[in-house]
């Protein structure tokens, strides 16, 4: 008998061996692994600071890289505002500043319930939309 490097039992290797042409299959499954894998590297690039910009610039077609971005990118403007307030000088006039938009708000809202206007203030009203309350 000769010695075959091929497998035993090559009368099993048939037509239904041979791969299809068809490569739709093959494509939805190669392009899911590339977006989920696509995923995984935004999730890991938004949770670095200033890094948190390039999946929410980049990958706005992925459901899991926006979700982790705007994660990264709120965790990132807390750091830099906890940054901000290690500048002793700047903290004080931060918060002044702070206080000054709110008195500000404060008085538009006042005026524009006053004239029974319904105007949503900037930042202020989104916030106040996504509340379940």
Same mark, same amino acid.
């Given at each position: 008998?000769?010695? *075959?490097?091929?497998?035993?039992?090559? *009368?099993?290797?048939?037509?239904?061996?041979?791969? *299809?042409?068809?490569?739709?299959?093959?494509?939805?499954?190669?392009?899911?692994?590339? %977006?989920? %894998?696509?995923?995984?590297?935004?999730?890991?690039?938004?949770?670095?600071?200033?890094?948190?910009?390039?999946?929410?610039? =980049?990958?706005?077609?992925?459901? =899991?890289?926006?979700?982790?971005?705007? =994660?990264?990118?709120?965790?990132? +403007?807390?750091?830099?505002?906890?940054? +901000?307030?290690?500048?002793?000088?700047?903290?004080?006039?931060?918060?002044?500043?702070?206080?000054?938009?709110?008195?500000?708000?404060?008085?538009?809202?006042?005026?524009?319930?006053? =004239?029974?206007?319904?105007?949503?203030?900037?930042?202020?009203?989104?916030?106040?939309?996504?509340?379940?309350?």
């Amino acid at each position: 008998m000769v010695d *075959s490097f091929f497998k035993e039992d090559d *009368s099993r290797i048939g037509q239904s061996e041979i791969p *299809s042409l068809d490569d739709s299959t093959e494509e939805r499954t190669g392009k899911a692994d590339f %977006d989920r %894998d696509r995923g995984v590297i935004a999730a890991v690039l938004s949770y670095i600071p200033l890094l948190c910009l390039v999946p929410l610039l =980049q990958m706005r077609d992925n459901e =899991q890289a926006r979700f982790h971005s705007k =994660q990264g990118l709120i965790l990132f +403007l807390i750091e830099l505002l906890a940054l +901000l307030f290690l500048i002793p000088g700047l903290s004080s006039l931060v918060w002044k500043m702070v206080i000054i938009l709110a008195l500000g708000a404060s008085v538009a809202g006042i005026i524009f319930g006053l =004239q029974g206007k319904r105007y949503k203030l900037p930042l202020i009203g989104d916030i106040a939309e996504k509340m379940r309350i």
